[in-house]
């Protein structure tokens, strides 16, 4: 994997001549570092370790990577299975990854007829076109979401549902973005988001960068502001919602959730259908990953906990239902009975 430090416009992820430039998202804010992955192997290797992170992204990261490795590859019939499975062991809860992946094996099918030269250039088309539609759907999110932002309040988000978390523009982000282009006079609350820190690292970056008016809180100062009345809204991404509109998102997302409801604060969804899972029929289906525990351990580096002490490390947990007041998604806004919703979606 090629490091380097460039002055360019951020793009979270690109197909170059050089290979796949993704800026490195585990060493942001303090540093804008774009590594080049030069094969599938390294585009793998980037995911597992969150170089690139947040579902739409690592859905467009794993279908560069299906386009990269068929570039490396002079017999596709055996390596395009390993490839595949190389790419889809790297994180178990973002259906995104298993969802682009999918999609590329079907145009392999499609084409594996044409012999390698033209099967090779229309993965690496199909990897594009993941790449940009998904730019199209976050803007077609934001806009269907921006009117249930009310205006004058604050929105709470969690976690890092960005520009950084998609190819562009973003999800929850995406509808903040969209709320502030209407002309709405809106700030956010950021939660931190313990213990990878998307919250604090990301997703303050990107607001700032933005000029969008942004607070950084602990996650455990939510309650708190959410009682407070401030809070007009909280909008957050997702990584597997399940067909009765149970929603994986990163931990701590539920204790939002639970507090917004008492708190009578509307909690918003915001996620491209390629984030719906109804092959699941509860969220108690979802595979939750375990990440190390060094995530917890250490805060940037530095021990804060004694050695040898038990750790949990889940990185997602799952929202009910029944504390979702709606799902913006880019074909429309889905509300409770969601079975229903998100199947007419
Ligand atoms: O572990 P991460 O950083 O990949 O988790 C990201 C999230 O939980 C996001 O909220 C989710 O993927 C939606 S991103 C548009």
């Known amino acids: 994997m090629n490091v380097s430090t460039l002055t360019q416009t951020i793009e979270t992820i690109e197909w170059t001549p050089d290979g796949v430039v993704m800026i490195d998202q585990t060493r942001l804010p303090r540093e804008t570092v774009f590594v080049t992955c030069r094969d599938y192997q390294e585009v793998a290797e980037a995911i597992r370790s969150m170089i690139i992170r947040g579902a739409p992204a690592i859905g467009v990261a794993a279908a560069m990577g299906v386009a990269i490795g068929a570039l490396k ?11 595949c499975e190389t790419l889809a062991k790297t994180r178990p809860t973002a259906v995104n990854l298993f969802w682009a992946i ?9 084409s594996k007829a044409a012999g390698l030269a033209a099967v090779r250039a229309r993965l690496v088309k199909e990897a594009a ?15 269907h979401g921006a009117g249930l932002v009310p205006d004058g309040k604050t929105v709470l988000t969690h976690c890092n549902a960005g520009a950084l978390a998609t190819a562009g523009f973003g999800t929850a982000l995406g509808v903040i973005r969209a709320a502030v282009q209407m002309g709405k006079k809106i700030d956010v609350f950021a939660d931190e988001t313990r213990p990878f820190l998307q919250g604090a690292r990301l997703t303050a970056w990107e607001l700032q960068r933005d000029g969008i008016d942004t607070t950084l809180i602990t996650d455990n100062m939510a309650g708190h502001f959410l009682k407070s009345g401030r809070i ?3 909008v957050v991404g997702a990584d597997r919602i399940a067909g009765n509109g149970d929603v994986a998102n990163k931990i701590g997302t539920y204790s939002v959730a639970v507090l917004a409801k008492e708190n009578n604060v509307p909690f918003y969804v915001a996620a491209p259908i390629s984030t719906l899972d109804l092959t699941l029929v509860s969220g108690d289906q979802i595979p939750i990953e375990e990440r190390a525990s060094q995530e917890v351990t250490h805060v940037q580096g530095v021990h804060v906990a004694p050695d040898g002490i038990k750790v949990a490390n889940p990185a997602f947990d799952v929202t009910p239902n029944r504390y979702v007041t709606a799902i913006i998604t880019e074909k429309g806004v889905a509300r409770a009975p969601f079975t229903e919703s998100l199947r007419r979606l």
Request: hydrophobic share 40%.
């Open 73 to 83: 590859s002079d017999n596709l019939e055996s390596d395009m299975p390993v490839i």
């Open 102 to 110: 999918d999609r590329m094996k079907r145009v392999y099918d499609e």
């Open 129 to 143: 076109l993941v790449r940009a539609e998904d730019i199209a759907i976050n803007q077609a999110i934001g806009r």
């Open 232 to 234: 007009g809204c909280v």
